[in-house]
Nanobody
């Protein structure tokens, strides 16, 4: 079992930055692939970024070059640095831990970008 708690969301103006954090507990954090997803009102949840246990990363085209995912295994935490935010980045952002086809989700943190 893995428990995930996201933080760092809030209201920011377009062009601004936020850093989201996802703190994990309950298992060996370093062995999990960690991902960020988001869900805007009325839309399906979508992939944002992922980082493997080995540190490889991948991003959705819509955030590539603006967002950076990273992890600190000593702190059991994964981060999402979001720069040059746009109104269309407004969503509830969720953290996911994955291993062996088992997924764990956090409850999300809300990001609102004003124009």
């Amino acid at each position: 079992q893995v428990q995930l708690v996201e933080s760092g969301g809030g209201l920011v103006q377009a062009g601004g930055s936020l850093r989201l954090s996802c703190a994990a507990s309950g298992s060996i954090f370093s062995i999990y692939t960690m991902g960020w997803y988001r869900q805007a009102p009325g839309k399906q949840r979508e992939f944002v970024a992922v980082i493997t246990s080995g540190g490889a990363t991948n991003y959705a085209d819509s955030v590539k070059g603006r967002f950076t995912i990273s992890r600190d295994n000593a702190k059991n935490t994964v981060y999402l640095q979001m720069n040059r935010l746009k109104p269309e980045d407004t969503a509830n952002y969720f953290c996911k831990a994955s291993r062996d086809a088992i997924n764990y989700w956090g409850k999300g943190t809300l990001v609102t970008v004003s124009s």
